[in-house]
C-alpha cells in the first residue's frame, strides 16, 4: 500500500464514553482518551480531528541568573484593533478592501476570495442577506474559491495573519445528491454560528430546498438545526433560508421562494437548540423577507415587492406578537424592489429601498414612533443606478455603513456610504461584492 495519512473527521468530538457498550459507541465517542485536543482547522489537520494536546511554551528565550522563586500574574491591558473588511468580486487579485477608521481603505489579497453575485443566481439569491460573521479573533465568511454544482461551499477564516478554511458544506439529506449551492446568510451568537444554505432539489417556486447549519466554534461540529426546507414529506416548505435573527432564545428564518405571487412570504422560528421542526411565525407577508433583526422589543423585516404591490417593512411587537406593516415603497410591485439591511445604529433602525426601474436607492430610518423617512437619496445625490444593489449594513468605529455593489463581477462601480452622527459621505469606489464584516484582534 502507498504511503500516506489518515484524516479523521468528527473522532471522539462527543469526549469518552464508558457506559455504553463500546460495540455500539458513535462515531464521534471513544472509551479512552488522553491528551488529546480538538483541532477545527481542516487546514492543520482535518475537520473536528484529534490531535496530541501541545506542551508549555517557554516564556523565555534564554536561562535565568539564577533559580526562580516565584511566579505572578501581572495584569497587562488588553489592547483591541478591530478592521472592516468589505468583500470585492473578481476585479483582480485583492479580495478585500480593509480599513481602521472608515477613511483610508487598503486592499489586501491574502485573505480567500468570498462568494461574489454569480453564486447566488440559483433559486434567485441576489436579494438575499449574505452577511458575514465574526468570532473571537476571526472573520468568517463563505469561500468563493469552489466550483459550484461540483464542489462543496466552504466556511472561510482570516486571523488579520493566516487564511484558513474552517469547514465544508456537506450535502443536504434532501431530494438531491448534488452539492449545496451557496451559503446565503450567517449570524453568530455566543460559539455557534448558523448558516442559511440554499440547496439544490426541493420542489417549483416557492418550495426551494435548504438547511439552516449550526456551527460550533469551540469544537468545529456541524449540525442541522430542525428540519430541512422544500416540498416533501416532514419539510418546511415556502423557500430556502435566507435571512437569520436571534430574539428570546429563538432563531428566527426568513425564506425565499422566488415567486412574485402577493402575500406568500413566509418567517419561521425554532429553539434552535431543542426543536425539530420549524413553527410559522407568518406566512403573508407581502413577499419574501430579504432582511430581519430584532429591535425594541420586538422584530423588524424587510420584503420584497410583489407582483401587485411594493416592498414593505414590518413589525412584530413582543405584546401583539404579530406582524403589521409600517411602510411600502414608492417603486411599486414587480419583485425586483426591496428593502434590505436593517440596521440599529444609535437607537434608530436604518434599511435601504431598492428599485431598479427608477431607479431607487434610498436609505430610509425609523424614528421610535415607527415612522420612516429618507435619510440619504443615494440614487439622486451620491450617483447610485440600477444595479448598485444594497448589502449589509454594519456599525463600526461608532460610524454606520453600507455597501453597494458593482454592476458586473468585473466592475469597479460599487461604493460605501458612511454615516457619522447625521453626515452621509461616499468613502470608497471599488469593485464590491456588498458583503462587510469586522475582525477583531486582541492583544
Known amino acids: 500500500m502507498a504511503a500516506g495519512k489518515i484524516r479523521n473527521f468528527g473522532f471522539g468530538v462527543d469526549g469518552v464514553n464508558i457506559v455504553t457498550d463500546p460495540l455500539k459507541l458513535k462515531a464521534s465517542e471513544a472509551i479512552s482518551l488522553q491528551n488529546a485536543e480538538l483541532v477545527p482547522n481542516e487546514a492543520t489537520g482535518g475537520l473536528s480531528a484529534l490531535t496530541q494536546r501541545r506542551g508549555l511554551d517557554a516564556l523565555n528565550g534564554s536561562a535565568m541568573s539564577g533559580s526562580v522563586t516565584g511566579i505572578y500574574n501581572w495584569p497587562l491591558k488588553t489592547t483591541v484593533v478591530k478592521t472592516l473588511y468589505a468583500g470585492k468580486q473578481t476585479e483582480d487579485a485583492n479580495t478585500f478592501q480593509s ?83 451557496v451559503i446565503v446568510d450567517q449570524l453568530t451568537i455566543g460559539d455557534k454560528t448558523y448558516l442559511a444554505v440554499s440547496d439544490p432539489g426541493g420542489g417549483a417556486a416557492p418550495d426551494h430546498a435548504g438547511r439552516v447549519l449550526q456551527l460550533d466554534m469551540t469544537t468545529g461540529k456541524l449540525r442541522q438545526v430542525a428540519s430541512t426546507f422544500g416540498n416533501d414529506s416532514g419539510q418546511m416548505g ?37 426543536d425539530e421542526t420549524w413553527t410559522v411565525d407568518v406566512s403573508t407577508l407581502v413577499s419574501h423577507p430579504v432582511s430581519i433583526i430584532s429591535y425594541g422589543g420586538g422584530m423588524l ?131 464590491l461584492s456588498g458583503s462587510m464584516g469586522i475582525l477583531t484582534q486582541r492583544s
Not at 135 to 147: A, C, D, F, H, Q
Not at 238 to 265: D, H, K, R, W
Not at 387 to 395: D, F, R, T
Open 301 to 431: 423585516v424587510g420584503t420584497r415587492s410583489s407582483a401587485t404591490t411594493g416592498a414593505q417593512i414590518y413589525f412584530r411587537s413582543n405584546s401583539a406578537l404579530t406582524w403589521g406593516s409600517e411602510v411600502t415603497s414608492g417603486g411599486g410591485a414587480g419583485g425586483s424592489g426591496h428593502y434590505g439591511g436593517l440596521c440599529e445604529y444609535n437607537g434608530l433602525v436604518y434599511a435601504v429601498e431598492y428599485f431598479s426601474t427608477t431607479p431607487i436607492i434610498h436609505v430610509k430610518v425609523r424614528d421610535t414612533a415607527g415612522s420612516w423617512t429618507t435619510s440619504r437619496d443615494v440614487d439622486a445625490t451620491d450617483g447610485g443606478v440600477a444595479g448598485n444593489l444594497p448589502g449589509n449594513g454594519i456599525v463600526f468605529n461608532s460610524k454606520l455603513f453600507y455597501a453597494f455593489r458593482s454592476l458586473t463581477a468585473g466592475g469597479n462601480d460599487g461604493f460605501i456610504m458612511e454615516l457619522a452622527t447625521s453626515t452621509w459621505t461616499k468613502r470608497l469606489t471599488d469593485n
Open 238 to 274: 415556502g423557500g430556502t433560508p435566507c435571512c437569520m435573527a436571534y430574539y428570546q432564545n429563538q432563531l428566527f428564518v426568513g425564506l425565499n421562494g422566488s415567486a412574485t405571487t402577493n402575500g406568500i412570504g413566509k418567517i419561521v422560528r425554532c429553539f434552535p437548540d431543542v
Open 99 to 181: 480599513t481602521l477608521d472608515g477613511t483610508t481603505w487598503t486592499p489586501t489579497s491574502t485573505p480567500v476570495a468570498p462568494v461574489t453575485d454569480a453564486y447566488f443566481a440559483d433559486n434567485s439569491n441576489v436579494q438575499s442577506a449574505r452577511r458575514f460573521a465574526g468570532y473571537k479573533n476571526l472573520l468568517i465568511y463563505p469561500g468563493g474559491t469552489y466550483v459550484q454544482d461540483t464542489a462543496n461551499p466552504t466556511i472561510q477564516s482570516w486571523n488579520g495573519t493566516d487564511a484558513f478554511t474552517v469547514t465544508a458544506i456537506p450535502v443536504g439529506p434532501g431530494d438531491s445528491s448534488a452539492p449545496p449551492f
